[in-house]
């Protein structure tokens, strides 16, 4: 059939259509008893089709879109309350975590990082659990990269290399013979390093298959200092294409230099000053950036010995959205009796008033210490006082309106060290966990963040439909 035929009779069907929508009566015909009707012209050209079609149908959508959130929602809920999450939030509030997922939506959507320190003792040491609720919190939210490290890292990091050279002295709050208390300015680290002169420092990211891709490039690198009134200098030269970049100050006191590039996987850093190293922050993209930092032998007692309004300062300048304080297991072989674990919690007691002080919008969860065994009557078994003190940290850390994750829960309770010990998810100290230990529970502790992160999504979605 040739294609003018087939236009005259498409032409010939619509003027017949048309027709009939012209002399079709608007309240239709009954036909055998039952009422027929047909468009008008006026619905068929624009597409009209009357008010009252439309806020009948819309909220029928609405209200089914929404019984669907509020049963997700529901699931979540039930989620986060079962036994084997081990969460607890201060009232039961599941809203919690929102402020701090509304400041990561925000960071996303204005192009900046917003920050979680994860402080803890030797069992995060090597960005073992900060890596799985970094690489969560990325891949749902956003962002890249390893996040603060310390000028001089002494204990190498499976997910970034560095390498130091210099004669800088450490200034900190914990690690025995290295702890000072000048001043007060250790940084949002606790840790800091006082350089005097020249230093040098190399940062390198993994190739390892095992460490995320997030972590394997950086497209943004600054320097958190205290300048001491000096010119500080310090320049940043990739080693993958060998430019560099200077940058300076000479104000004293806080402060923040930085240097933006496309994706970069190493540079040298030449520093020259008078200065305290607070931190150097190694992020890629746009959301979260979470910062390892282990302080191996430290009970988290020493946030109060760091000045107030420099820490106050330092975490407004990079931004801190959360701290995740995860201590507890340093304690425990010195517990000899309630009393004593009553003095601990005092002491967690203050340390989460003064954070709280020093930064009111920064949301904290506290992660209680795990498992840990001893030998009793020559077997090993749970210390005797560990159960008692995750139990009263968990009261005193709700209590302060602070949610509380229970690491000797999530393991299996009393007696689990054991277990994990013979499956090999802890060493032989009955103390650490392996590798694989570390990956178990920080991928529980990113799993549980992941479920607060979509009921927040769920809740969101629900308020703008009611709106």
């Known amino acids: 059939m040739k294609i003018t035929k087939i236009l005259k009779f498409f032409l010939l069907c619509l003027s017949l259509l048309a027709i009939l929508a012209i002399t079709f009566p608007d309240k239709g ?3 055998a008893g039952k009422g027929l009707r047909f468009a008008t012209l006026h619905k068929v050209l624009t597409g009209h089709h009357g008010e009252k079609t439309t806020e009948v149908v819309a909220p029928k959508m609405d209200a089914e879109e929404l019984r669907n959130i509020e049963d997700s929602i529901e699931y979540y809920r039930m989620l986060l309350a079962s036994e084997t999450s081990h969460l607890w939030l201060p009232k039961s509030d599941y809203g919690y975590f929102d402020r701090f997922f509304a400041a990561a939506t925000e960071a996303v959507e204005k192009g900046t990082m917003v920050r979680v320190l994860h402080y803890g003792d030797s069992q ?6 900060s890596c799985c609720l970094r690489d969560t919190l990325q891949r749902l939210i956003g962002g890249g990269g390893i996040g603060m490290v310390p000028l001089n890292q002494t204990v190498n990091s499976m997910s ?3 390498k130091y050279e210099g004669a800088a002295a450490c200034v900190s709050t914990w690690g025995g013979k290295q702890q000072t208390v000048t001043k007060g300015s250790y940084g949002p680290m606790l840790r800091s390093w006082h350089v005097d002169g020249k230093a040098t420092a190399t940062l390198r990211c993994v190739t390892s298959k095992s ?3 997030r972590v394997k490039r950086f497209s943004n690198v600054k320097v958190l200092y205290n300048n001491h009134g000096r010119k500080l200098s310090v320049v940043v030269s990739r080693l993958d294409e060998g430019t560099s970049s200077r940058k300076e100050a000479s104000r004293e006191g806080v402060g923040m230099l930085e240097w933006t590039m496309d994706s970069a996987t190493a540079v040298r850093m030449e520093i020259s000053g008078d200065a305290d190293i607070f931190g150097i922050l190694v992020d890629d993209g746009n959301g979260v950036a979470v910062d390892n930092i282990a302080m191996r032998g430290s009970s988290g007692t020493k946030f109060t010995a760091v000045d107030s309004v420099e820490l106050a300062n330092c975490y407004k300048m ?3 959205g959360m701290v995740v304080l995860q201590f507890g297991g340093n304690a425990v072989p010195g517990l000899n009796g309630e009393r004593t674990v009553d003095m601990y919690c005092d002491k967690i007691k203050r340390q989460i008033e003064y954070l709280k002080r020093v930064s009111p919008k920064v949301t904290i969860l506290f992660v209680g210490p795990s498992d840990m065994s001893t030998k009793v009557g020559g077997e090993y078994s749970s210390y005797p006082w560990l159960r008692l003190l995750d139990e009263k940290l968990r009261t005193t850390v709700l209590s302060q309106g602070v949610a509380y994750w229970s690491m000797f829960d999530a393991m299996g309770g ?3 060290m054991v277990d994990w010990v013979a499956a090999g998810k802890a060493g032989k100290d009955y ?12 991928g529980e ?4 963040m992941g479920i607060c992160y979509r009921h927040h999504l769920l809740m969101s979605h629900k308020n703008e439909i009611k709106r």
């Open 160 to 162: 970034f290399v560095q």
């Open 211 to 213: 460490a995320s891709q």
């Open 124 to 129: 995060i040491e090597m960005d073992r659990m």
């Open 414 to 416: 009393d007696g689990s």
């Open 445 to 448: 502790l990113g799993r549980i």
């Open 431 to 442: 103390v650490h966990f392996t590798p694989k230990g570390a990956a178990i529970m920080g």
């Open 29 to 31: 015909v009954t036909v």
């Open 318 to 320: 990079i931004n801190v």
